[in-house]
């Protein structure tokens, strides 16, 4: 079946790059996503990147996407405290049902 | 903006209630998703619709049950409470554009 990875953890150093690195198995999948989890908070939709595209760029925020390996990593510039939450991976098997498989999430802690 | 809002933030129920949480969303999407988050599960899906009145399960639907009567709301029912759905409940809706917008969370606590 579908499984999404991710490792749970991660810890930069304010004004480093972050990197989140993401693995999918369902080939078949259009779309991925990034969502952003702050404590208490709903999931925030931050990028997402169709499966004919490698890269995508929003202002901080960088997507690359290896269709061959089924890796996805989300790489986020300049780190800042306000980065600090717990980032999920996303992908969309079937676009008629529409639901994502998500991973469990990794926990980004961004030290000053 | 897409808004999804659910009817509580918290919710401390005893075993044995019927729980009704509800979302709403404003932007007359057709799909909508109900899901729960457990530290080291991560999301799951339990039960979503793409239409009124059209319901499909999930990958954990037991002891859930969902209602979808006008388009921009959708239920999520626990007929008897039990302490194993202590969770954090999210809805989502979906756009055109596959993206999926989610709700604040509901967090039930059931004693």
């Known amino acids: 079946g579908e499984d999404v990875e991710q490792s749970l953890f991660l810890s930069v150093r304010e004004g480093d790059s972050s990197v989140i690195n993401c693995t999918y198995t369902d080939s078949s999948s259009t779309y991925l996503y990034w969502y952003k989890q702050e404590p208490g908070a709903g999931l925030q939709l931050l990028t997402y990147?169709?499966?004919?595209?490698d890269m995508k760029q929003d202002q901080r925020l960088t997507v690359l996407l290896n269709k061959k390996d089924k890796h996805l990593s989300l790489r986020i510039a300049d780190t800042q405290t306000g980065d600090s939450a717990i980032y999920f991976c996303?992908?969309?098997?079937?676009?008629?049902?529409?639901?994502?498989?998500f991973g469990k999430g990794t926990k980004l802690s961004v030290k000053p | 903006d897409v808004k999804v809002t659910q009817s509580s933030r918290y919710l401390v129920k005893r075993t044995g209630e019927k729980v009704f949480l509800e979302c709403v969303q404003d932007m007359d999407h057709e799909n909508m998703f109900w899901y729960r988050q457990d530290p080291g599960l991560g999301l799951r899906l339990i039960y979503f619709s793409y239409d009124v009145k059209m319901k499909e399960k999930g990958d954990i639907p037991e002891g859930y049950s969902v209602s979808r009567e006008k388009k921009e709301r959708f239920s999520l029912i626990l007929e008897s409470a039990s302490t194993n759905q202590t969770s954090m409940y999210l809805c989502a809706t979906r756009t055109e554009l596959q993206t999926q917008y989610f709700g604040p969370g509901t967090r039930l606590l059931v004693l």
């Open positions: 990147i169709f499966s004919n595209m």
């Open positions: 996303a992908e969309t098997p079937s676009l008629w049902q529409g639901n994502l498989i």
